[in-house]
């Protein structure tokens, strides 16, 4: 069975940092580019990160510039989501997702992160004091 669990989230004060991490099992994760989304509540999910299948990164959102990076350890075939400087705006659920449909390994392949088909179950993430 394909699966993706994201786990890592939680409560964090602003300017705090969490790690999330994107675990993959019942494919070969090092194959494809995995992307990072996240839905605020009462917003449209929106891309966050995408790493390709070599490490190299495209960021789909210029408010995470400078505070998130994106990283995958395929030995482990998990996928992590660094966010630094968290704000209220950063509250929300966050999902990783592969694109096993259409196979791609690199980000460029899926402007704006559209062709992703398999999705994790997503760990909520609240920024307040």
């Known amino acids: 069975q394909l699966q993706l669990v994201e786990s890592g989230g939680g409560l964090v004060q602003p300017g705090g940092s969490l790690r999330l991490s994107c675990a993959a099992s019942?494919?070969?994760?090092?194959?494809?580019?995995i992307g990072w989304f996240r839905q605020a509540p009462g917003k449209e999910r929106e891309g966050v990160l995408c790493?390709?299948?070599?490490?190299?990164?495209?960021l789909y959102s210029d408010s995470m510039k400078g505070r998130f990076s994106i990283s995958r350890d395929n030995a482990k075939k998990t996928v992590y989501l660094q966010m630094n400087g968290l704000n209220a705006e950063d509250t929300g659920v966050y999902y990783c997702?592969?694109?096993?449909?259409?196979?791609?390994?690199?980000?460029?392949?899926?402007?704006?992160?559209?062709?992703?088909?398999?999705w994790g179950q997503g760990t909520p993430v609240t920024v307040s004091a």
């Open positions: 997702a592969a694109p096993i449909s259409s196979g791609f390994t690199f980000c460029s392949a899926s402007p704006g992160g559209k062709d992703f088909d398999l």
């Open positions: 790493i390709d299948q070599n490490g190299g990164s495209t």
């Open positions: 019942g494919f070969t994760m090092d194959y494809y580019a």
